[in-house]
């Protein structure tokens, strides 16, 4: 097999931020096509690759790839991936798989169906804190019981843009959420029983949306594990710096592992405005993170092989999210 | 300036040799004697001797020596009603270890037994008199990181107290003498805290409280969600869930985020650290211990009220049996304080 051609749907924010660099010196594929309903970003985007530009989605699939990346905000990945699959191609959808668990089981079925791979951008099982952190969970036989882990940021955008439209995004419980979900599935390797989840709105732009920018899920699994997850856009760290952090605290019967973002030695910048350190220009991760992710993929495409992160584990990371904001909604605990 | 003349009554909990330490070094109390009953009697013993302190075999005996004016119970939890009421009646006032009681009726006969023969009846929660969450609650309260809105805390998290050696903490280990584990051991220090610095009452609790660490016949860590009158919501982990190699003897944290910006209460206590075979901290300093003596001596010196009464811990414990009834159900429980 020779390289894989690709194609891009939607070339925003993540695709600038971490698929373009990942992409832009692996060899064993070919971007041959950028799709984005903005002329100009489609455009930018196939000058980078040396590809075609498309703004119309049903010529963009009429042309012949393996695979299609679908970079596009949450509330569109079950549509494009759904008419992707139809049109022949595998498929990587950026995570949350989509809107509704509704929506992902169509795509996982369409997927089976088709007899194509899907693949969802659960990019966190490639971050190598978190790879190296299940490995000493194993290798030291800690046990997990009890882990926190906090995913925190103050969301740089205004208030129009679509992460703060419910209807779009799913709101900071789905877009951070599944990440968080997936992490304590992924560390604990147990099913999830049943959640609480609270919300809050604390800043103007989650109060004129209606939705939740601070979330906490209280999450019991089997063997009496209990996941704590903290997920935010309201945290007050300088906006200007979009910083985002993560925190973690696994208690085990035979250890406790914590990580703050102090631990790891950083250059802090102290001037007249305190500055927060900060590890990498995608803030929630390493950009080697989105490129081993995407290279697994690739392989698994190329090698006909089961990946790392299926995208039933992401449609479990997304149910767990949903019914925690179920759970908000109602104030009581919701069962899974 | 007159001294206050203390007695100790029992080393069951392990708080009282640091009392008793403190005490001894205060300026305005006097380790006046101690008594031995329950746990670790041998304990109390050798310390009545350390401290020059009068010996007495059991609590009756202390509570009739008139020149003791108060006593500091450190008796095993479900002897505090019937030790703290003895007392009343002997007109000595109390510092009396948390939690209260084990039931909130138990609580009530407490207070009434202390209203009724005008004594004082304090309890001692650490982390309000611990200098950086002071810290924190002035600048939250002048508004420097605008209005609370969530705080997570760990508080405390120690490691199980079976571990610590020359003492026998079996009893803790009882639900019928503890009336829980680690989360009735430790939680009350961090509800109290809450309530302190969010100036409410929690509506309603949810609570993941269980065994699941050591393998203890009671629970050893617990994590619960407040969701405070005022909106601010809070998450609470406290418990023994720390595995002997943690460097800290006891872990005290807090998160608190505001509106515009946050405070990051990282630990409670000034320490250096000892590295040897691992990494140890050695607390320098316990001015919570110290404050809470101080208080107390006060309040009963100069007839002042006290910082945390009976009353107080009333709701301390309402709220944490609502958390293992929570923990229980698997519900959230609402509260009506």
Not at chain 1, 111 to 131: I, M, N, S, T
Not at chain 2, 46 to 61: C, P, Q, S, T, V
Not at chain 2, 90 to 110: F, N, Q, S, Y
Request: hydrophobic share 40%; proline share 4%.
């Amino acid at each position: 097999m020779g390289k894989l051609e690709v194609g891009i749907v939607g070339c925003g924010n993540i695709f600038n931020l971490a698929h373009k660099p990942a992409l832009k010196h692996m060899e064993c594929i070919k971007v041959t096509a950028c799709a984005d309903i903005d002329e100009e970003r489609a455009k930018e985007g196939a000058k980078f690759f040396n590809a075609r530009a498309f703004q119309s989605l049903d010529e963009f699939f009429d042309l012949d790839f393996d695979v299609v990346e679908i970079l596009t905000p949450t509330y569109t990945h079950a549509e494009i991936a759904i008419k992707a699959l139809k049109a022949g191609k595998h498929v990587i959808v950026e995570k949350p798989i989509a809107l509704t668990t509704e929506e992902a089981e169509r795509m996982i079925k369409t997927a089976e169906k088709e007899g194509l791979k899907l693949f969802v951008g659960h990019v966190r099982r490639f971050d190598k804190r978190w790879v190296q952190m299940k490995d000493i969970i194993k290798k030291r036989n800690i046990l997990p019981m009890h882990i926190r882990k906090t995913e925190v940021q103050n969301l740089p955008f205004p208030a129009h843009y679509w992460y703060w439209d419910e209807s779009k995004s799913g709101g900071v419980a789905l877009d951070l959420g599944v990440h968080v979900t997936d992490f304590l599935r992924w560390f604990f390797e147990s099913s999830p029983i049943e959640v609480l989840g609270v919300g809050k709105a604390i800043k103007e732009e989650a109060k004129t949306n209606n939705t939740f920018d601070h979330f906490i899920m209280m999450i019991k699994f089997e063997g009496g594990k209990t996941g704590i997850a903290e997920v935010s856009w309201a945290y007050p760290y300088p906006a200007r710096y979009g910083v985002f952090y993560h925190h973690v605290d696994v208690i085990g019967k035979n250890g406790r592992i914590r990580y703050t973002p102090l631990d790891t030695p950083v250059v802090g910048v102290a001037k007249a405005n305190f500055e927060m350190p900060r590890f990498s220009p995608l803030l929630s991760t390493f950009p080697d993170a989105f490129e081993r992710e995407l290279r697994h993929f690739f392989d698994c495409i190329k090698n006909d092989t089961e990946p790392a992160v299926t995208a039933h584990d992401a449609l479990i990371a997304l149910k767990i999210a949903e019914k925690a904001k179920e759970s908000a909604r109602k104030g009581e605990v919701v069962r899974l | 300036m007159k001294k206050l003349n203390f007695g100790i009554i029992s080393y069951a909990h392990p708080h009282a040799i640091r009392y008793a330490s403190t005490i001894a070094q205060s300026r305005r109390a006097k380790l006046h004697s101690i008594s031995g009953d329950g746990a670790n009697s041998d304990v109390a013993k050798g310390e009545a001797k350390k401290y020059g302190a009068k010996f007495y075999r059991n609590y009756e005996d202390l509570l009739k020596d008139e020149n003791v004016e108060a006593v500091y119970i450190a008796i095993e939890t479900y002897r505090h009603k019937e030790v703290a009421i003895r007392a009343a009646e002997e007109g000595k006032h109390i510092l009396l270890e948390k939690p209260i009681a084990l039931t909130l009726d138990d609580a009530d006969e407490v207070i009434k037994a202390a209203e009724k023969n005008d004594v004082k009846l304090m309890l001692p929660f650490n982390p309000r008199f611990t200098d950086p969450l002071i810290k924190a609650k002035e600048m939250v309260e002048a508004g420097e990181i605008g209005a609370l809105e969530y705080i997570h805390a760990i508080s405390e998290n120690v490691k199980p107290p079976i571990f610590l050696q020359g003492l026998n903490m079996e009893w803790f280990l009882d639900v019928r003498k503890s009336g829980g584990g680690g989360f009735m051991d430790t939680a009350p220090h961090g509800i109290d805290s809450l309530l302190w610095l969010t100036k409410s009452l929690p509506k309603r609790v949810y609570a993941d409280i269980g065994a699941k660490i050591y393998g203890f016949p009671v629970d050893d860590i617990g994590t619960a969600v407040l969701e405070f009158k005022n909106g601010i919501i809070a998450v609470l982990t406290a418990g023994w869930g720390n595995p002997k190699g943690y460097s800290y003897g006891l872990e005290i944290k807090y998160y608190l985020v505001g509106r515009e910006g946050f405070l990051d209460v990282r630990t409670a206590y000034p320490d250096f650290t000892v590295y040897q075979d691992r990494a140890e901290k050695i607390y320098w300093d316990r001015p919570d211990v110290r404050a809470i003596v101080e208080k107390f001596v006060m309040a009963v010196l100069k007839d002042r009220e006290v910082p945390i009464s009976g009353e107080d811990a009333k709701k301390n414990l309402a709220i944490i049996l609502a958390a293992y009834e929570s923990s229980t159900t698997g519900k959230k429980v609402s509260l009506s304080l």
